[in-house]
């Protein structure tokens, strides 16, 4: 009569470690599920703890618990944020505007208005660095975060063994959608010079991708509200104006706006083609006062009538 009891008990016992391995393995998959999402959703965390605004476009960082999540954001340093004020496009000075846009997506852009250079970032919570992958000049940033606040981000650059404190402010704010940002990489590869000669048709949507960052750009000071608009720096054949869109002179085009191209020979042609589309006709929207609504609604109709020019 004992050796059927013992033989119960030594089941349920087998049963019981049959059972908890099973358990433990569940929470193993669970955790490397969750690791992997992680690592592979760079998206879902820069969401995470974040509110969105009024109309929904942009979310607000200053709920944001993670370093990373408010890292995705355009960061400006403290000193040069004010450089813009008064600079005319035309503007032969050259003014230094330090800033980086980190991406959610991985990417990033960096001095858009200065020497501008784009890669992969990454950061690393454990030693509170941020890397910087160099595609243009071939070099890696790495800096040490000091002090961080959704508005306020202080950096030391300890790849060049600096002790210097670098103070960065920011919005404190982003589009939900980041293709929205005129600074994500995907909306910046228009300004990468090519290593080859390129087609017509290569040129026309080269064009066409500069145009795509004005409407962002214009998109971008409306919904965040920017209290300075200036185009100093950003690579264009066109003159911005207050309600009025114009074309620069040859003698006025920048090397920047050169540069996007594989020769001078081939930005000319863009510059033709952009001559071209100017001479089109285009309604502005009466009763407007807003100058950056009026500029951006017919910028975004010369983007869909550079289609029908050639």
């Known amino acids: 009569m004992q050796c059927p009891k013992f033989a119960s008990q030594n089941f349920n016992i087998v049963t019981r470690k049959y059972f908890i391995a099973i358990v433990i393995s569940a929470f193993i998959f669970s955790c490397n599920s969750k690791n992997n999402k992680d690592a592979n959703s760079k998206e879902d965390l820069a969401l995470e703890n974040v509110k969105s605004g009024e109309n929904g476009e942009l979310v607000y960082l200053d709920t944001a618990e993670s370093i990373h999540n408010i890292l995705c954001q355009e960061w400006v340093l403290a000193d040069d944020a004010d450089g813009l004020e008064g600079m005319e496009e035309t503007s032969k000075f050259e003014v230094p505007y330090r800033s980086f846009y980190f991406s959610t ?147 006025e085009l920048k090397e920047n706006w050169i540069d996007c191209f594989y020769n001078e020979d081939q930005a000319m042609q863009a510059y033709a083609l952009a001559d071209r589309l100017l001479s089109q006709k285009y309604n502005w929207p009466k009763g407007e006062q807003n100058w950056l609504k009026l500029n951006l609604a017919v910028v975004e109709l010369m983007y869909k009538k550079l289609d029908e020019v050639r």
């Open 105 to 251: 997506k991985g990417t990033f852009v960096k001095n858009p208005r200065n020497t501008f250079d784009c890669g992969t970032w990454n950061y690393d919570d454990a030693a509170k660095t941020i890397t910087l992958n160099n595609t243009i000049d071939k070099t890696k940033d790495i800096y040490k975060i000091a002090k961080i606040a959704s508005d306020e981000l202080t950096l030391v650059n300890v790849g060049i063994n600096s002790t210097t404190n670098l103070k960065f402010i920011a919005p404190g704010k982003r589009f939900k959608d980041p293709q929205a940002e005129p600074y994500l990489l995907d909306n910046n590869k228009w300004r990468i010079k090519p290593k080859a000669k390129e087609s017509d048709s290569a040129i026309h949507q080269r064009l066409k991708e500069n145009l795509n960052f004005f409407i962002l750009f214009y998109k971008n000071a409306l919904a965040k509200d920017e209290k300075t608009v200036s185009f100093w720096g950003l690579p264009s054949c066109f003159k911005w104006y207050g309600g009025a869109i114009f074309l620069k002179k040859k003698e």
